[in-house]
């Protein structure tokens, strides 16, 4: 049966308590110790704005080169770079870091958006070297002059 609880938050909110009396009761006390679903998907929006502002201001003093993608990839992948290169702004020295800076390819992002900042790094480092692999080998094919 539906049960009327008023949430922390002051918010009232039905709720189907399942199971015997004493488990109903025990939920009911418990969810009144919690915020209401408005509340808490308003609480989850605000600090995933937050997490969003904070990586993009960690990451404003950076040139990132346009990503390459449908409009739809684009918005995502741009949350996800912004996101992971915000976490990866302590390796800043690090060549990894700097091949994952280069990465335009909004695909990639989105492939590799939940590896480890470890593996996210040699991944990175692996597209560069296959992405600058043919001017390399053109270079080397040139004829020496000396
Ligand atoms: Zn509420």
């Not at 199971?19 to 110790?33: D, I, M, P, V």
């Not at 992971?84 to 800076?101: E, I, K, P, V, W």
């Not at 990465?103 to 480092?125: C, Y």
């Amino acid at each position: 049966m539906e049960q009327q609880i008023i949430h922390a938050c002051g918010h009232e909110q039905g709720h189907y308590l399942t199971g015997y009396h004493s488990q109903q009761e025990r939920k009911a006390k418990w969810l009144k110790t919690t915020n209401c679903r408005d509340c808490f998907v308003a609480e989850k929006r605000a600090a995933e704005a937050a997490a969003a502002a904070s990586s993009s201001a960690a990451v404003s003093h950076l040139s990132l080169p346009l990503l390459t993608g449908s409009d739809r990839q684009i918005s995502w992948a741009s949350t996800i770079r912004t996101k992971r290169l915000a976490a990866l702004t302590n390796f800043n020295s690090d060549s990894d870091y700097q091949a994952c800076l280069q990465v335009t390819d909004t695909k990639w992002w989105i492939d590799h958006r939940d590896l480890t900042d470890v593996d996210l790094m040699a991944a990175a480092t692996l597209a560069w070297d296959i992405q600058s692999a043919p001017a390399i080998r053109a270079n080397a094919d040139m004829p020496r002059t000396a």
